[in-house]
Antibody, heavy 120, light 106 residues
Framework: QVQLQESGPGLVKPSETLSLTCSVSGGSISSHYWSWIRQSPGKGLEWIGYMYYRGITNYSPSLKSRVTISVDTSKNQFSLKLTSVTAADTAVYYC??????????????WGQGTMVTVSS | SYELTQPLSVSVALGQTARITCGENNIGSKNVHWYQQKPGQAPVLVLYRDTNRPSGIPERFSGSNSGNTATLTISRVQAGDEADYYCQVWDSTTVIFGGGTKLTVL
């Protein structure tokens, strides 16, 4: 079955760029929409944005100016870049798949999450 | 802006029925999805499009959505159901999550 695995640095300095990758196994990235979702310590879930392999992207209005989500179909991976980070960006970052491939459905498969701390 | 309101906490006795609500104006016109999250784990989808259970989710989990309130109902609650529960909708092209409800099993 499809599995997702996030990877990337666990520590990022303030004002720098957070970069994470989600590797998709057991299925093709060339179907479904793929999202990034984060959760600050002790807080709720916050959707960051999604991408579709044909280059379609959609970002949360609150993060849009700092976010880029891209895809590498040859590696079956997609990536998140978040610029100009502050301590408020400290969170567990999850990648997730939409269930139906419509782009507006539930998230049925999640990665285990990766903790990113923003600190000097 | 669209916001989903959930109670911060719900407590239920073992074996009884828990109901977790998710409120917003005219939420009945949207598809509501529900996730269970246990400490240190990723969320797990337990209901999608109001009433549908993914494979592997017990029949004890059910849902409804009408008017201004969507409800996740867990029947015959077990100790293993203790977790945080989040509702989620799409508002136009943006994902909205509720603030989460901590379910405590007494």
């Amino acid at each position: 079955q499809v599995q997702l695995q996030e990877s990337g640095p666990g520590l990022v300095k303030p004002s720098e760029t957070l970069s994470l990758t989600c590797s998709v196994s057991g299925g093709s990235i060339s179907s479904h929409y793929w999202s990034w979702i984060r959760q600050s310590p002790g807080k709720g879930l916050e959707w960051i944005g999604y991408m579709y392999y044909r280059g379609i992207t959609n970002y949360s209005p609150s993060l849009k100016s700092r976010v880029t989500i891209s895809v590498d179909t040859s590696k079956n991976q997609f990536s998140l870049k978040l610029t100009s980070v502050t301590a408020a960006d400290t969170a567990v970052y999850y990648c997730a798949r939409d269930k139906s491939g419509s782009g507006i459905d539930a998230f049925d498969i999640w990665g285990q999450g990766t903790m990113v701390t923003v600190s000097s | 802006s669209y916001e989903l309101t959930q109670p911060l906490s719900v407590s239920v006795a073992l074996g009884q029925t828990a109901r977790i609500t998710c409120g917003e104006n005219n939420i009945g016109s949207k598809n509501v999805h529900w996730y269970q999250q246990k400490p240190g784990q990723a969320p797990v989808l337990v209901l999608y499009r109001d009433t549908n259970r993914p494979s592997g989710i017990p029949e004890r989990f059910s849902g409804s959505n009408s008017g201004n309130t969507a409800t996740l109902t867990i029947s015959r609650v077990q100790a293993g159901d203790e977790a945080d529960y989040y509702c989620q909708v799409w508002d136009s092209t943006t994902v909205i999550f509720g603030g989460g409800t901590k379910l405590t099993v007494l």
